[in-house]
């Protein structure tokens, strides 16, 4: 197997004011192609800057970060943004729709901007599977706080990601919709042969994955594999 | 790591989405800029047909092919070459002289024009009846200022005293050949045969009369060509002359001032607007902030998050300019109504196509140059905002491209003003006055707000300390708002101020027992009994003045002619043109003070240079210092003079005085006429006293102050009306820019509201507070201003004028409650979905 995300002595420190803070110490693990890993431990401990770091939304401040063989501490801003684009997909507590298009648009600006023609049949394709196939033309606004993950969903897997990063995506759901989120989520992730991140402190998600990282006052306090 | 291809179509259709909810929002950002646009596509279609009007119109407004202009009539060869030109001529001879109405004793000041010809070749007298334009000139008839006929209730077949003789008014002047509405309020002209001219015993000596010959060529003559080659006669003749053509560029001269100061005002506007849509823009991206994170997310470069808002800006700059070229060309429309009181020819409102693009590319480029600052944040944009919003923050001015971005906003505004005015000099002067007065006016702003901050009323109940504690919120537009609200309250309370000032300088004069009315033209044996008749209606003669008129033939030995044909001599030969009134005296007036040399009083008859004085300010702009020797053609006498003193002279006393003054004891003989300053004590005793010498000495001209005072406040009301037109543009886009805020901050409004709704607020109470906000902001803004116009009036009255400077607080008042209220009501109506919905709904809809 391949891996498609290493990180070798990673830390990542803040400047809160005079003072620096450190929120991640030496973390070092790698992530094979076509895995489910989480990443768990108790609010501050560090996850979602863990989570930034590793799909280029932030920059380390120490060691390094590659991804599908790039090294991203290396590259731009710009150069970032287009490596999400060609090999990330995200999936985020809050959704994060954009409020001004539709679901089916929603779905469709990753493809766009990878400058694909014809991108609305797939875009339609993946909102049939998340079965939304019936709101293609809702703003998010309009839509349920499960609908909307749905179509976050389907937004993730439209640019045939390698790696999927989700944090806490069942966060702001009630329990009987989380249950059919997470079974979409790895319905879809087994079918396209992505590989998934997930971020949560929901340990029942978390068993749902082959490998489980624990992470606490920034340092990785465990790995284990289920 | 490249991106594919910059997609601009794809950018299209992007920012068409993102825009999808906030177009209405975004259209009224750039509302702001819609008014200045107007502004300024009105005011250059305006200019555009005023160029083609006057182009057409040239002709009409001086009536001839050429007019020679004279202070003295031609006599001799001059007379029988003037006789000689062109096809046809017309002789005109106007002056200022008394009329009287006999049917009701009306009687005033009028210009009187003394009319022989077939004067105006080109336009028309515009009279009712239409006929008496022509009807008048062969009988003993007279043409009358509609205006004057209005204000003394007289009709066509009434008649009119011109000095000793009456006419039959044959018509109405509604219209003369270059005259404007505004003259007629400044000396409304009477029209009379000039055959008449001799019998109404009005040519004495002293009269100031103005000769002028209107000259008709054969068509086809090149009149430019003929005038150039006639130039040197015309020159000898002590003429002046205007061609078509001189006329055309005179007056296209002074509608280019006139348009230019409207354009500039007009641009004021527009800034005003323009800062309005930066910082409407700037809270915009700030509430874009997630979409743009999101957006990053996806694998959006910066540029294209930034081209994203940018087409959105460029978008909504086009609908404003558009918006605003439409408004423009309906002010259009009503702009000959506001300035036809200025304009001496029929103004048409063609719509300029030229102006409308002029406006348009003004418009999208300046709506695009002051929303780069805050769209420039975008780059700076992190994708991990998608993470944690918290504690991330959009800071410009860290940003170095933003201060090049500032540049470039004054180069453009550079760029503007040197178009306007074709000067770098004067750009440079306007740019940095622009940039100036925004500063003050920010600043004055500022430290009102901090001085608001610092001694804030801890002591007021919560709704009062809510309201004004609402102005410092975060993202507040206060600033901008009291700058824009302010720059036109300070306009129009300037010019509220000032006349003031001025009539108040007028009233002070005639208060007490100043003079407050001026007879001249008074023949020496008049004087006497003029003098009777003021002694027995008891009016005090407070000043009696000689005045001799004289021509100057020599400085320093050297004549009009040497001094033309001397070119490296910087003298002007217009000192030999103009006519000297001359007075003489023993000792000075209170008005006049010595600042060089000495003060002689008496002549001593010795054969030595006659001691004359000169006033200072007349001697240096002719460069004549103390010692030179001028000669004098005292009406066919020489007398050598020289000057032994320089007067400062404080021309604002209502009294006579004089360039020149000779001593006592040379001129006592001389031909001569005399000025009489007396005081009336009110207007019925003023009525009867002129009514008296009008009648019995009509060749005698009286300055009533009381009604040069009626005059001047017709005039700034003229005035008042353009400066107030102009100013309500920059007002209203003030009261734009603050309903664009208002909406700006519904959201949080809406949140803060409903919180305070939740812990129990009445809807009463959440009102007050929103009432008294904008009270606070309309008060601080119309405070600002009025405070600025004080100290512009203050330095205006004091500098300028020389005058005390007394504001009357009343209109200026008005003035402020209005501003306030204005602000209020505005603030208010934006407002009204905060206070009338429940909060649970408000809620639901912004979850």
Known sequence: MNTILRLQQVGKTYQTGNRPLTVLKDINFSIEAGSTVSIVGPSGSGKTTLLGLCAGLDRATSGTVELHGIELNGLSEDQLASVRNQYIGFIFQNFQLLPTLTALENVMVPLELRGEKNVKPRALDLLDKVGLSERIHHYPTQLSGGEQQRVSLARAFSNRPQILFADEPTGNLDAETSDKVVKLLFELNKEAGTTLVVVTHDLELAAKTQRTIRVKGGNIISDSIQ | MKQKGFNFSWLLQMAWRDSRKNRSRLVLFISSIVLGIAALVAIYSLGDNLRQNIDEQAATLIGADLALTGNKAVEGPVKQWVDSLGIARSEERS????????????????????????????????????????????????????????????????????????????????????????????????????????????????????????????????????????????????LDYKTIQGQKEETGKSFRDLTRFLTLVGFVALLLGCIGVASAIHIYIREKLNSIAILRCLGVNAAQAFFIYLIQIIGIGIIGSILGAILGVTIQQFLPIIIKDFLPLSLTTDISWLSIIQGLSIGVLISILFSLPPLLSIRNVSPLHVLRSSGFDVKPERDPVTWFLYGLIVLFVFGFLFLQTKTWGEAAIFTAGIIAAFGILYLTAWVLMSLTRRFFPESWSYLWRQGLANLFRPNNQTAILIVSIGLGTALISTMLFTQNTLLTRINLSTSGNQPNLVLFDIQTGQKEAVLSLAKAQNIPVNQRVAIVNMRLEALNGKRANDIKKDTSDKQSARIFSREYRVTFQDSLTKSEKIVAGKWIGTYKNDGSLIPISMEDAYAERNKIALGDTLTFNVQGTMMSTQVASLREVNWSQVQTNFLVVFPTGVLEEAPQFHVMLTHVPDAATSAKFQQAVVSQFPNISIIDLGLVLKVLDELFNKIGFVVRFMAGFSILTGLIVLIASVLISKYQRLQESVLLRTLGASRLQIFTITALEYFFLGALAAFTGILLAFAGSWALAVYSFESPFEPKIGPVAILFVLVSSLTVIIGLINSRGILSQPPLEVLRREA
Not at chain 2, 188 to 197: A, D, E, K, W
Request: hydrophobic letters at 40%.
């Open chain 2, 95 to 238: 002056f200022a002289s008394m009329i009287l109405f006999p049917k009701n004793g009306g009687n005033r000041l009028a210009q009187i024009k003394a009319i022989q010809g077939a004067f105006p070749y080109y336009g028309t007298f515009e009279t009712t009846p239409i006929e008496a334009g022509q009807s008048f000139r062969n009988k003993r008839e007279a043409l009358v200022d509609e205006n004057l006929m209005l204000q003394y209730q007289v009709q066509v077949g009434d008649s009119i005293k011109v000095g000793e003789v009456t006419f039959a008014i044959a018509g109405a002047l509604q219209k003369a050949p270059g005259q404007t509405g505004l003259s007629s309020t400044v000396a409304p002209t009477v029209y009379i045969p000039l055959s008449f001219l001799e019998q109404t015993g009005l040519l004495q000596k002293g009269s100031r009369i103005t000769y002028k010959y209107y000259i008709h060529f054969a068509p086809g003559t090149d009149t430019e060509v003929l005038v150039k080659k006639l130039e040197p006669r015309i020159e000898n003749a002590d």
